[in-house]
């Protein structure tokens, strides 16, 4: 079920500020979790100005454009708030405090989740994708010349990812466990965008009949019967060792026992 919540502009008169007048807040309050949040705007009005500008029914021509301004940041939060899947604060806000072409950049999302992961602690994963958003920016320097400030997932086609990925193989001589890595993280990214509805999800490049990331090639290399005799003939000298010992060969044990 999703949240309710209202959303208003409320002058906050708890503070004066060293004009003399108030700050004027966007002003958003859900009843269950009763929760109320203010976000600042440009505005600041004495009491009397702002019952002028906004509460009146038709302000003076000069409080015409204020008043205007006012209702285009009520009305720009009230269409965010109602454009999330389930409202909450925190999509809310990641919407609201960003520029307006943020959400179709592949450098501000991987940076988001990059943050969003170091906070909660999961380091290994944030290094992983911070990684892949540098080996990006560095294919674009290969490929262009310099680094753009920002990259639209709308420039990301299959034909892109091919390149890519050659790119990584043949001119870095990437890994195929890592550009598989890599990739997987690009992908998620791309997920992350669609389910926060910042991009169309017709524009999704991966998957069947378009790009498939390649398989990671880990090598199995089996013992022989000489080097699984040795091991088996080894006398361990502590009990931790004699248990890994038992629990390395139990599978075998097993497997001649049934």
Do not use: C
């Amino acid at each position: 079920m999703n949240i309710s919540y209202s959303i208003s502009i409320y002058l906050d008169t708890r503070r004066k500020k060293v004009s003399g007048k108030y700050p004027v807040k966007l002003r958003v309050f859900t009843p269950v979790p009763r929760i109320q949040k203010l976000y600042p705007t440009k505005f600041e009005f004495e009491v009397k100005e702002f019952k002028s500008i906004w509460e009146t029914f038709k302000p003076r021509n000069e409080y015409k454009e204020a008043r205007k301004q006012l209702q285009n940041i009520e009305l720009n939060a009230q269409k965010l708030a109602d454009s999330l899947e389930m409202f909450s604060f925190e999509q809310f806000e990641k919407k609201l405090f960003r520029k307006a072409n943020d959400g179709n950049d592949v450098f501000y999302q991987f940076n988001i989740t990059i943050n969003k992961l170091k906070s909660m602690s999961q380091i290994g994963t944030a290094n992983l994708y911070d990684a892949s958003l540098k080996s990006i920016k560095n294919f674009l320097l290969y490929k262009k010349g310099d680094i753009p400030s920002k990259l639209s997932f709308y420039e990301v086609t299959s034909d892109w990812l091919e390149q890519y990925e050659r790119y990584m193989l043949d001119t870095l001589n990437r890994s195929h466990n890592t550009v598989s890595m890599y990739l997987r993280s690009f992908r998620a990214i791309f997920n992350r965008a669609i389910d926060d509805k910042d991009i169309d999800k017709e524009i999704f490049p991966f998957g069947k009949k378009k790009y498939k990331i390649p398989s990671a090639r880990g090598i199995k290399k089996a013992l022989t019967k000489s080097e699984l005799k040795t091991l088996f003939d080894a006398k361990p000298n502590t009990i931790n060792k004699k248990k890994l010992k038992i629990f390395g060969f139990f599978p075998i044990y097993a497997m001649v026992l049934t």
